[in-house]
C-alpha cells in the first residue's frame, strides 16, 4: 500500500495539460480568417510537445523517487499502469472509428492502416504514407509516439539515476547529439513531411527537455525567479518560433526550430511548477481547469471525431458558421471525455492504483 506521504502531484501541470490542448484544439479548428486566431493556429502544434514534455517530466520524476524508495524500478508494473491509462480509451476509440469506416465504405488501399493503429507504430507508417486516412485517426500518431517512448524510459531512467550529474548530462547531449544528426540526414535527403515530426528520433527536443527538467530541484528561496526567467526565455524563443516557416516544411531551419521547441516547452512548465505569483498560481490551481486537465487525453483523443460530427450535424441545416461550429466542437469535446472519464477511464485508472510503487493524481 502506498504511503499518503509518497504520493507527488502537482495540480498547476494538470492545467497546462489543459492549455496545451486549447492550443491543439485551436491548431485543427479555428478558422484562418479569424485575425486574432491565426498565429496561434499556426502554431497550435506546439500543444502536443507541451503534452511530451509534461508525460517525460512527470514519468521521470515518478520513477526517480521509485528507485530512490525501492532501489528499483518494477518494469512489469510500470507497463502495466500506461496499459491501464492509455489502452481502454484508445482502443474503444480506433474500433469505433474503424467500424464507422467500414459502414462508410473504406477502400481496400486503406485497410494496412489498421495495422499502424492496433501496433501504436501509427506514426511510423504516417512518416512514409502520410497521416491515417481512416476516419477521425490522423491525429493518433501521437499515441504511438508516446507508447514507443514509454519502451526507453523505465530502462534509461535507473540508467541516468546511477551516473553522477555530469555523466547524466552528457549522455543527454549524446542523445541529442545522435537525433540531431538523424534529423540532418532526413533533411539531407529532402525526405517528405511528416516524417521529421512523427518520429521519435528526429523529434526528440520535448521528451529530452522533460526528462532533463525532472534531475532538478531548485531551492525554494530560487523559485520565485526561476520562474520569472523561465516565463521571459520561454516567451522570447516563442517569438522566434512563431516566425521560423513550419514544422511542415523540410528544410535546415528544423535543426533551429525543434531545440526552440524544446527549450519554450521546458520553460513552460518550470514556469508552471515554480510559479510563485498569487494570480497565475490561483488560474493554474483552478479546480475546473484541474479537472479538464484530468480529462486532456479524452480531450485530445475525441475532439477530431466532435469536430467532424458537429460540422456534419450543423450542415445537414444548411448552417454555415465556422464560429459556431468551433464553440459546439468544443463544448462536446468536453461533455463526452468527461463522460470517457466517468464511465471507461475510471475504472482502470482505479485498477492502475494497485500497480503504483509512486502515487500521483488522484482519481
Not at 484562418?32 to 517525460?56: E, N, P, Q, Y
Not at 532501489?71 to 484508445?90: C, E, V
Not at 450543423?314 to 466517468?342: E, H, K
Request: with cysteine; charged share 15%; aromatic share 16%.
Amino acid at each position: 500500500m502506498v504511503m499518503k506521504e509518497s504520493r507527488y502531484y502537482v495540480p498547476a501541470l494538470d492545467s497546462l495539460r489543459f492549455l496545451a490542448f486549447i492550443l491543439i484544439f485551436i491548431h485543427h479548428n479555428i478558422p484562418t480568417h479569424i485575425m486574432l486566431f491565426d498565429r496561434l493556429k499556426h502554431i497550435g502544434w506546439i500543444g502536443v510537445d507541451i503534452f511530451f514534455c509534461l508525460s517525460a517530466f512527470l514519468l521521470t520524476r515518478l520513477l526517480t523517487r521509485e528507485i530512490n524508495q525501492n532501489s528499483t524500478i518494477n518494469i512489469k508494473h510500470f507497463f502495466i499502469r500506461r496499459l491501464l491509462r492509455i489502452w481502454p480509451l484508445y482502443f474503444t476509440y480506433i474500433i469505433i472509428a474503424i467500424a464507422f469506416s467500414i459502414y462508410t465504405g473504406i477502400t481496400n488501399d486503406n485497410w494496412f492502416r489498421t495495422i499502424g493503429l492496433l501496433s501504436f507504430t501509427e506514426n511510423i507508417f504516417a512518416a512514409f504514407c502520410q497521416y491515417n486516412p481512416i476516419w477521425f485517426t490522423g491525429h493518433l500518431w501521437t499515441i504511438s509516439y508516446e507508447e514507443q517512448f514509454y519502451l526507453i524510459l523505465p530502462f534509461l531512467i535507473p540508467l541516468l539515476v546511477r551516473v553522477t550529474k555530469a555523466k547524466r548530462n552528457g549522455l543527454l547531449f549524446a542523445i541529442f547529439c545522435a537525433g540531431s544528426l538523424c534529423r540532418i540526414i532526413l533533411i539531407y535527403c529532402k525526405v517528405k513531411q511528416p516524417a521529421i515530426w512523427v518520429l521519435p528520433i528526429t523529434h526528440f527536443e520535448s521528451i529530452l527537455a522533460g526528462i532533463f527538467l525532472a534531475f532538478i530541484s531548485p531551492p525554494d528561496k530560487n523559485r520565485k525567479n526561476l520562474s520569472l526567467y523561465s516565463f521571459i526565455i520561454g516567451a522570447l524563443i516563442f517569438c522566434i518560433i512563431l516566425y521560423l516557416p513550419d514544422t511542415g516544411v523540410t528544410g535546415y531551419h528544423l535543426m533551429l526550430l525543434y531545440p526552440c521547441i524544446g527549450i519554450t516547452t521546458g520553460c513552460i512548465v518550470v514556469a508552471a511548477i515554480t510559479n510563485k505569483n498569487n494570480f497565475v498560481r490561483s488560474v493554474l490551481t483552478n479546480s475546473i481547469f484541474v479537472f479538464l486537465g484530468k480529462i486532456s487525453f479524452g480531450l485530445y483523443v475525441l475532439h477530431i471525431a466532435s469536430i467532424n460530427m458537429v460540422d456534419y450535424i450543423l450542415r445537414q441545416f444548411d448552417i454555415a458558421m465556422p464560429i459556431l461550429t468551433t464553440i459546439i466542437s468544443f463544448m462536446v469535446t468536453i461533455i463526452l471525455s468527461v463522460l470517457s472519464y466517468l464511465l471507461l477511464e475510471t475504472r482502470f485508472l482505479k485498477m492502475k492504483e494497485n500497480f503504483t510503487a509512486i502515487a500521483s493524481r488522484p482519481v
